[in-house]
């Protein structure tokens, strides 16, 4: 039995990665909504997927240093979707290319819990392989 980089469990708390966010990672497919990029992301955290977080994060925004650190002990815990905000924001501003997911995401940093409250804005926009959700930024409501 041959042991696989990618683990059973998909770390966004989908049934399985290769069901869940493995597509997206490997390329094989777009996430279809923000909230399918904001789990995906999350996977990509948990598994130190650089290159992932990079072409998924809006060129506008994008920091220019690596975004996962090889120094800090990071290890991540869970993810809880809080809402898919589309439905209020769509009735309110009508921007079809536009959408926000808050979260919470749990992890610790050397030894210690934390938690991270959070309300991602995504826009969606043209690339070579069609219409592609990227993350933009968010807002912390605590």
Sequence with gaps: MSKSKSPAACPCGGPSFAACCGPYIEGAAL?????????????????????????????????????????????????????????????????????????????RVNGRGQRLHEVSRFLREPSPEGLRWFYVDGTFPE
Excluded at 55 to 72: F, G, K, L, V, Y
Excluded at 80 to 92: G, I, N, T
């Design 31 to 107: 996430p279809p909504t923000a909230e399918a990029l904001m789990r995906s992301r999350y996977s990509a955290y948990s598994l130190g997927i650089e290159p992932y977080l990079q072409a998924t994060w809006h060129a506008s925004t994008r920091p220019q240093d690596p975004i996962i650190s090889s120094d800090e002990k990071l290890q991540w815990l869970g993810l809880e979707v809080k809402s898919a905000l589309r439905l209020r924001q769509r009735k309110a501003n009508q921007a079809e290319n536009e959408d926000f997911v808050e979260f919470v995401a749990r992890f």
